[in-house]
């Protein structure tokens, strides 16, 4: 396992033969503040996506130290966690807070998995995944704004790798954009890859 963090989330990894890179898409609020849950308040599941490696989950809790958390649990791997003091401190700069990343296995090229995750605002009533190909598709989120999206390297071959996020409100109106797509992989640089861009229509 060769863990890597980029940005302010923090990842608690495990033995693995691969590298997990993070990234937020603004600030973190309140960055590097990660503490235990508290044990008088039970954690919320709030997403589970299947894929090959296991089941990728998204949860929340507050911690000892009464900061709102959400964590990604990736099996195998280990987990990505990030603190604020309320949910409302996640959306300073937008509607949209994401922490979005990638998975690369040590004897492949490119990325294995990517994935994003976060919350949206109240405001929000309809979120969008734009892929690289320009494809969309409906993010789906709970009644606290909790979403999480995870793709596979089958997806990622098909071009269903994710760009951007878009968040409507409730007069079909784009509220905010959040750019989803990591960096290449170390391997793809090493051996000078070209980056795969977004078809120009979706830029």
């Given at each position: 396992?060769?863990?890597?963090?980029?940005?302010?989330?923090?990842?608690?990894?495990?033995?693995?033969?691969?590298?997990?890179?993070?990234?937020?898409?603004?600030?973190?609020?309140?960055?590097g503040v990660v503490a235990q849950?508290?044990?008088?308040?039970?954690?919320?599941?709030?997403?589970?996506?299947?894929?090959?490696?296991?089941?990728?989950?998204?949860?929340?809790?507050?911690?000892?130290?009464?900061?709102?958390?959400?964590?990604?649990?990736?099996?195998?791997?280990g987990t990505g966690t990030t603190?604020?003091?309320?949910?409302?401190?996640?959306?300073?700069?937008?509607?949209?807070?994401?922490?979005?990343?990638?998975?690369?296995?040590?004897?492949?090229?490119?990325?294995?998995?990517?994935?994003?995750?976060?919350?949206?605002?109240?405001?929000?009533?309809?979120?969008?995944?734009?892929?690289?190909?320009?494809?969309?598709?409906?993010?789906?989120?709970?009644?606290?704004?909790?979403?999480?999206?995870?793709?596979?390297?089958?997806?990622i071959k098909l071009g269903m790798?994710?760009?951007?996020?878009?968040?409507?409100?409730?007069?079909?109106?784009?509220?905010?954009?959040?750019?989803?797509?990591?960096?290449?992989?170390?391997?793809?640089?090493?051996?000078?890859?070209?980056?795969?861009?977004?078809?120009?229509?979706?830029?």
């Amino acid at each position: 396992m060769r863990p890597l963090v980029v940005g302010f989330c923090l990842l608690v990894a495990l033995v693995s033969a691969g590298t997990v890179a993070y990234a937020a898409s603004r600030d973190q609020p309140n960055p590097g503040v990660v503490a235990q849950r508290d044990p008088s308040v039970s954690e919320r599941i709030h997403s589970n996506n299947q894929l090959s490696n296991g089941k990728w989950q998204l949860r929340s809790y507050r911690n000892t130290s009464n900061r709102t958390c959400i964590e990604q649990q990736i099996p195998q791997e280990g987990t990505g966690t990030t603190c604020t003091v309320a949910q409302e401190d996640f959306f300073r700069e937008g509607d949209i807070y994401a922490i979005f990343g990638a998975r690369e296995l040590d004897d492949e090229l490119g990325w294995d998995k990517l994935f994003a995750y976060g919350l949206v605002s109240p405001r929000v009533q309809r979120l969008v995944l734009v892929n690289l190909s320009c494809a969309t598709s409906d993010v789906p989120f709970d009644g606290s704004g909790a979403f999480m999206v995870a793709v596979d390297k089958r997806a990622i071959k098909l071009g269903m790798s994710p760009y951007k996020l878009l968040a409507f409100d409730k007069s079909g109106e784009v509220i905010d954009t959040r750019r989803v797509k990591p960096a290449q992989s170390k391997a793809e640089r090493a051996a000078n890859v070209d980056e795969v861009l977004p078809e120009v229509q979706c830029r």
